[in-house]
C-alpha cells in the first residue's frame, strides 16, 4: 500500500522560512515524478511545484517561481519543499503526489497518489 506522508507545516510569519517534507512508502519512488499542490477552502486545488524522477528538471507555478525551491532525495524517499519569503497568500494546505511520468510536468489526473497535506499558515 503507498502512503506519503506530509510534514513541517506550521504557523510562520510574512517573510518568514519553511521546509516541508514528503515520506514516501510502497512504491518505487525513483520512478515517480513528484509534485506539490496546495488548497485553500472555497479555492480550486492549486499546482505549486514539480520534480522529475532523477531530480534534474524542476517546474514551479509563477506565484511561487523564486521562493520555493523543489527537491529529492530518492535514497530517502523523499521530496521536499523549501518555501522562503512566505506570504500570506501562501497560507493553505500542502500536499505531495506522485506520478509515473518519467521527463514533464503531470496533469493534475496523471498523479496516482495523493498525501493528507500539512498545514502551512502565513500572519500578516
Known amino acids: 500500500q503507498v502512503h506519503l506522508v506530509e510534514s513541517g507545516g506550521g504557523l510562520v510569519q510574512a517573510g518568514g522560512s519553511l521546509r516541508l517534507s514528503c515520506a514516501a512508502s510502497?512504491?518505487?519512488?525513483?520512478?515517480?515524478?513528484m509534485g506539490w499542490y496546495r488548497q485553500t477552502p472555497g479555492k480550486a486545488r492549486e499546482w505549486v511545484a514539480t520534480?522529475?524522477?532523477?531530480?534534474?528538471?524542476?517546474y514551479y507555478a509563477d506565484s511561487v517561481k523564486g521562493r520555493f525551491t523543489i527537491s529529492r532525495d530518492n535514497a530517502k524517499n523523499r521530496v521536499y519543499l523549501q518555501m522562503v519569503s512566505l506570504k500570506p497568500e501562501d497560507t493553505a494546505v500542502y500536499c505531495c503526489?506522485?506520478?509515473?511520468?518519467?521527463?514533464?510536468?503531470?496533469?493534475?489526473?496523471?498523479?496516482?497518489?495523493w498525501g493528507q497535506g500539512t498545514q502551512v499558515t502565513v500572519s500578516s
Open positions: 520534480i522529475t524522477w532523477s531530480g534534474s528538471t524542476t
Open positions: 503526489a506522485a506520478a509515473p511520468i518519467p521527463d514533464r510536468s503531470p496533469s493534475p489526473d496523471e498523479y496516482d497518489y
Open positions: 510502497g512504491l518505487t519512488f525513483s520512478r515517480y515524478t
